[in-house]
């Protein structure tokens, strides 16, 4: 089909591929499953634990509108239809750009690790933020959560060289380990960097 009836465009592309595949599974798959309401839910289930599974980039009201789509994607996979699709792609950018500019507004002030907070990280646990402020919230608790993880991981390495400097010491050994322990604001500075760096880099890459 591509050979003789090149796609014009990337919607039409798609559209060849979407019905090309759902023809696959129809037809060569070694167990096919009817494609039904059933399995649109199955799909549409699946799609979000891909698309975005730690449930920070959709908020409530992106999940309420796709729902009306729920029971429907048997029928634009028989059809080749990309609404569903566009739809959440297209939501999937916007919100990605929204985003990236809360994490600069909270890289841009003071971060305090002294507040008593819970984050859940498991994703069958998590609800989707109910709203964008839910949702900044939940941002700015996951960025000190990296910020954590970086200065135990700083606390662990000074551990292990101070461990060694020590036996070497201890031992009359030849010392060329260099231990220079970062004091608590070095430390933080240095891991908010860090983290601000990958953040920087994830949204670079999307």
Known sequence: MFCFNSPKDDDEKMQTIMVSVKNT?????????????????????HYFELVDPGKRYFVQSDMDEFGKH??????????????????????????VDEID????????????????????LEPKLKKVPANKQEQYTE??????????QEIESMNSKE??????????????????????????DQKMKKATDEVKDLVKETFTRF
Do not use: M
Request: net charge positive; no cysteine.
């Open 139 to 148: 941002w700015k608790k996951f960025i000190k959560y990296n910020i954590l």
């Open 159 to 184: 551990e292990a060289q101070k461990e060694k400097k020590d036996s070497v010491q201890k031992y009359n050994l030849k010392d060329t380990i260099k231990y220079q322990p970062l004091n608590p």
């Open 101 to 120: 500019k809360i994490t600069q507004e909270i890289f841009s002030k003071p971060i305090s690790l002294d507040e008593d907070e819970n984050l859940t």
């Open 25 to 45: 599974l129809s037809y060569l798959h070694y167990s096919p499953k009817p494609i039904n309401d059933a399995y649109s839910k199955d799909v549409y289930k």
């Open 70 to 95: 729920e029971t429907k994607l048997d029928d634009y996979i028989n059809q080749g239809d990309l609404t569903f699709y566009k739809l959440t792609i297209d939501r999937l950018y916007q919100r």
